[in-house]
């Protein structure tokens, strides 16, 4: 397993140095016309930020009560921001006005920006433990259900969301700044997601990256127009939930009553052209598992493990396996990964601690280093943030949660949350550090550890509620320092200064704390979220309330012979990884995600067809045409997944002022 690892990020290190020598050489002159940091931070490059925030906010928020699974954005968030400031540049010259030369160091600070400002929506627990607060998510988990207690319920409003996000995000921001040299400099921690945007940004702004540029900025407003247009089309022509193409029965009626039919989604096609094929793989073995074999078997079970008058909504019924398998599979697979990283964020400090060289890789400025590394660092290191400001702003925001907290949620004591913020710095340092390594964001499986202590500790009356607020708490700091660093990585591949890149950041935060919820209230008053046999269903929701129950009764919450299945999944999951990481590379790459797996078993196997459609398009098109494949994927697959998104604000609007005579004709014809 370390083999493996060491060899992972060897390739990482190459990729980056190749990639970076290739598009982000630094040319002397250009040291000398970089702009001070505050320049850097202009008026259309939060206009651009806002845009693309608020579009992809509306998208994410789509994703997260649909599936809870969401693809890495950054990339095309960088994309964009290069298509939206060269449309305007361009439009003004042509108009004959001059304005200011749009340079990298711009270019990274709107991904940066807008990046922080979706990154709420994606991880501020609307689909998951916020939402599992909530009334509808209560009577699904049973309310005769032992530990779900009748007042651990919040309905979801604009005031407290909107409050909760600010008190516990900006902690996050702060919480390894002062060790932003020791991560990027120092150790020249990969993070790999920070290096492929630079290495994207740095080829924008090179004659022959603005040829290239001009190439997928085409494609993607072509694919932006048609995915637009066909969402557009869809909502035309469907006469309600279950009639339209969005429920074409592409198989057959019975494959279509077990969820297997092609929805003609251009979000999860866009989502599976960006994934991997192994992600999307192992959601169809997923799907395929859960509702091709074990969901027909165990409802023909109706009346031996459970009772057959219960509904299958019930988590005592068919429902209570659904969940219980999938939370055993996400368990085993983040317990996995977890001590995983752990293991090999210890290893690589002490390697680094216990090195005879150690002081002459902590200088800075290496006389030995290649020159270009020298000028990325000199860039990196000139405009420093006091580490007063930083724990100073720190102690301010934690001393505002820890009175804000308890007065929100009397559930969670004070003296948790003090405590939550004493070891959050040490949390952020682990999963930051982990993620510079691997590239993979382990802070839901933090908050989760958060979860099942919390409501283990807190009691039965309070446990549920405890625990899930806890979750986020965690999740959030964690989550938020770990993004950070990637932007820093970026920032100091782009020669951004790093002042520029928080001050973008916690700009880009505070419009995400206020734009998240709005979305999310726009699809909860517009839609039916959290209804299980909906379109979003919201399946993280029930999932970590079930988590919390678990928490406060123990197995006593599971229906019958569920515990010995979740016994046998969570081993498969643990034995996946483990084959995965042991076995040879050439062995280990076929072997499924259990995480991955783990999402159809709540969701249904529909949404896994369109993602393997989009690893199929790319599959053929890099055998057909393998260098027109690689630079047109990532502006295809954004222009997809922002098209079909963005026809979720008229839709919505629509939806919200009753405007459905076209539906109401259409469902008088339907078929299905």
Known sequence: ????????????????????????????LEMNRIPPWKKQITTRGLVASVVIGIMYSVIV??????TGLIPNLNVSAALLAFVFVKTWTTLLSKAGIVSTPFTRQENTVIQTCAVACYSIAVGGGFGSYLLGLNRKTYELAGVDTEGNTPGSTKEPQLGWMTGFLFVTSFVGLLALVPLRKIMIIDYKLAYPSGTATAV???????????KMAKKQVHGFMKYFSFSFLWAGFQWFYAGGEQCGFVQFPTFGLKAWKNTFYFDFSMTYIGAGMICSHLVNLS???????????????LKGLKGEWFP????????????GYKVFISISLILGDGLYNFLKILYFTGSSMHTRLNRKDLTKDDISIDPNQPLDDRRRNEVFIRDKIPIWVAC??????????????????????????????????????CNAYGAGLTDMNMAYNYGKVALFVLAAVTGKNDGVVAGLVGCGLIKSIVSISSDLMHDLKTGHLTL??????????????????????????LFYKAFDVGNPNGQYKAPYAIIYRNMAILGVEGFSALPQHCLQIC???????????????????????????????AVPFLVGAYFAIDMCVGSLIVFVWHKLKHNKASLMVPAVASGLICGDGLWILPSSILALAKLDFFTSWMRSRCLV
Not at 61 to 66: A, S
Not at 501 to 518: D, R, Y
């Open 308 to 319: 057959a008058t219960l509904s299958e909504s019930s988590m005592k019924s068919v429902n």
């Open 200 to 210: 994207l940004i740095n080829g924008f702004h090179t004659p022959k990256g603005d």
């Open 567 to 597: 016994y046998g999944f969570f081993g498969f999951a643990v034995a996946a990884n483990l084959l995965r990481d042991l076995a040879p590379k050439k062995i280990g790459k076929y072997v499924p995600l259990p995480m991955a797996m």
């Open 496 to 521: 951004t200064s790093p002042r520029s890149m928080i001050v973008s950041q916690a700009i880009g935060t505070a419009i995400g704390c206020v734009v998240a919820p709005l979305t999310f209230f």
């Open 1 to 28: 397993m370390g083999n493996t690892r060491k060899d992972e990020t060897m390739e990482i290190e190459n990729f980056e140095r190749e990639n970076v020598e290739q598009n982000g050489v630094v040319d002397p």
């Open 392 to 429: 100073v702003g720190y102690i301010l925001f934690s001393i505002i949660s820890i009175v804000v907290i308890p007065l929100m949620f009397p559930q969670l004591k004070w003296y948790y949350v003090v405590v939550a913020y004493i070891l959050a710095p040490s949390l952020s340092f």
């Open 283 to 297: 959601l169809l073995l997923g799907a395929v598992l859960s509702w091709g074999i074990m969901w027909p078997i």
């Open 61 to 66: 928020q789509k994703l997260n009560l649909t």
